[in-house]
């Protein structure tokens, strides 16, 4: 299995879809925009969050491939905001050690 870290950099999107959402990932809040894309409760873990993430993404990226009508540019952006904010904290777990 890919390394998540590997998996995010292999991602290749519109330059100005990922522009607007690094711009975004400036304000990302967990608790807020996690909850709002992935349904309310408990928060899973950023691995985790991250690889249900993708799969979101992946399938918004195929609807706008392919001109769908229920596209959400909106939806996309947030998606690929919450991303990079998780792809963020798990780096910042990894870098952690371990006591």
Do not use: C, F, K, W
């Not at 590997?6 to 608790?31: C, F, K, V, W």
Request: hydrophobic letters at 40%; aromatic letters at 4%; a positive charge.
């Amino acid at each position: 299995m890919q390394d998540l870290m590997t998996m995010i950099s292999t991602i290749r999107r519109p330059r100005l879809l990922i522009r607007a959402a690094r711009h975004g990932a400036q304000e990302y809040n967990r608790d807020r925009h996690l909850q709002r894309i992935l349904g309310y409760g408990r928060l899973p873990r950023p691995a985790a969050a991250l690889m249900r993430l993708m799969e979101v993404e992946r399938v918004l990226n195929e609807q706008r491939r392919e001109d769908d009508a229920g596209y959400s540019l909106s939806r996309h952006l947030d998606v690929l905001i919450a991303m990079m904010g998780e792809a963020q904290l798990v780096q910042a777990n990894r870098a952690t050690p371990v006591a």
